[in-house]
């Protein structure tokens, strides 16, 4: 009966919220594609507020499938073939490091002074769990 108490715990451990973590401070690797969405949404709302950027287990390909799940205001490619988008107001752009690059970015366009601001790191491969 001890051994079924202590299965059912650490199953349910996972459910227990974090103490003084929120969903934009902690590092999270969530498992279906609505939680990251959602944790995009909150991010890029408080884009002007964070600290330090978001990190987020996706490809570049599944990066542009998800901001396009955001439905943003206005999307559109920049001169070097960047994705830019507008969400909440606020325009943000889309790139990587080039070509082999593991890892992209949402980089959030600061319309004070034009400087671009790290948002979302999309880290390589998404893991699977089959």
């Known amino acids: 009966m001890r051994s079924a108490i202590l299965r059912l715990f650490l199953l349910a451990l996972p459910l227990l919220p974090s103490a003084g973590h929120t969903p934009l401070t902690r590092r999270t690797h969530p498992s279906s594609p609505a939680v990251v969405v959602e944790i995009l949404r909150q991010t890029l709302r408080a884009a002007d507020t964070l600290s330090r950027s978001v ?5 570049f390909d599944e990066a542009v499938d ?6 943003p205001q206005e999307i559109m490619l920049d001169g070097e073939n960047r994705l830019r988008f507008q969400y909440s107001d606020k325009w943000f752009l889309h790139a990587d490091k ?4 593991e890892q992209s970015y949402i980089l959030y366009e600061c319309s004070a002074d034009g400087r671009l601001a790290p948002v979302v790191r999309f880290t390589g491969r998404k893991r699977r769990n089959d």
């Open 66 to 71: 998800l901001i396009q799940n955001l439905r």
């Open 55 to 59: 990190v987020l287990p996706a490809s």
């Open 98 to 101: 080039g070509p082999g690059s």
